[in-house]
C-alpha cells in the first residue's frame, strides 16, 4: 500500500493542451475537516486506509495543499441545462487535480467538487455544499456495491466556510475517482464550434486510453 506522497501521477488530458482545459489552482476552504472517506475507493490507488488519518490527507482534499506531480484543470465541454442546450457549459466548481495510475496499470482521475471559481462559474461561486456531497457520497459508493458503472467518492471534506444556496449551508469539497471524466459534451463542445481538428484530437485520446481495442480492430 502506499502513502500519499507515493501517488504516481501521469495526467494525459492535461497534455492535450489548453484547447482542452484551462489550468486553476484550488480555492481552499476554511478550517477544513475529514467528514468521511471511502477505505473502497482509497484502495483503487492503493492508498493505505490510515492516510486518512493524516493532517495531510485533509489539506490534500480540501485545496490547501496540492501533489506536486499535479496538474489542475478546468475541462471545457458543452450540452443541456435546464431544458436548453449551452454551448459552453465546461467545470465551473471542480477540478481535474490529475490522473493517478496505479500498481495494476489501471489509471484513475481525482476530480476535486467545490474547488472554487473557473472561467466556467457563470457568477457562480465555485462551491459544493455539505449536505450534497454527502448525497453524492452515499449514492456513488452505494451505486457500485450495488454492481451499477458509476464514479467513486473518495473523501469529503468539510468547511465552516459559509455557502449561500436558497439558505445558508456550508461549504465542501467532494474527491472523485473515474477511470475518465471526458463526457459526449466535451465532442459536442468541439463539433459545434467547428473545431474539427480538436475533436478528431479529443476522439484519438478517448480511443488511445479508453478503448484501444477499437484502435486494433480499424
Known amino acids: 500500500m502506499k502513502t ?49 488519518e493524516l493532517p495531510l490527507f485533509t489539506e490534500l482534499f480540501a485545496g490547501h495543499k496540492l501533489w506536486s506531480t499535479a496538474e489542475p484543470r478546468a475541462m471545457v465541454y458543452s450540452g443541456h441545462q435546464f431544458g436548453s442546450y ?29 474547488a472554487g471559481q473557473t472561467p466556467y462559474s457563470r457568477m457562480g461561486d465555485g462551491r459544493a455544499v455539505l449536505r450534497s456531497s454527502i448525497r453524492e457520497f452515499l449514492a456513488s459508493e452505494h451505486l457500485h456495491a450495488l454492481g451499477i458503472p458509476s464514479s467513486r467518492a473518495l473523501c469529503v471534506t468539510g468547511s465552516s466556510e459559509p455557502v449561500y444556496r436558497e439558505r445558508q449551508e456550508r461549504g465542501a469539497m467532494l474527491l472523485r475517482l473515474a477511470p475518465s471524466h ?14 474539427h481538428d480538436a475533436l478528431r484530437q479529443l476522439l484519438d485520446h478517448v480511443l488511445t486510453c479508453h478503448f484501444p481495442e477499437c484502435l486494433q480492430q480499424a
Open 86 to 114: 449551452n454551448p459552453q457549459l465546461g467545470d465551473g466548481r471542480g477540478l481535474l487535480l490529475g490522473e493517478v495510475r496505479n500498481q495494476a496499470g489501471a489509471y484513475w482521475d481525482l476530480h476535486l467538487k467545490g
Open 182 to 195: 471526458v463526457r459526449f459534451g466535451h465532442f459536442e463542445f468541439f463539433y459545434y464550434t467547428r473545431q
Open 4 to 52: 500519499l506522497t507515493q501517488l504516481t501521477f501521469d495526467n494525459r488530458f492535461a497534455r492535450l493542451g489548453d484547447t482542452f482545459s484551462t489550468a486553476v489552482q484550488p480555492q481552499p476552504l476554511s478550517e477544513p475537516h475529514l467528514v468521511v472517506a471511502s477505505e473502497a475507493a482509497m484502495a483503487l490507488l492503493d492508498l493505505d486506509p490510515t492516510q486518512a
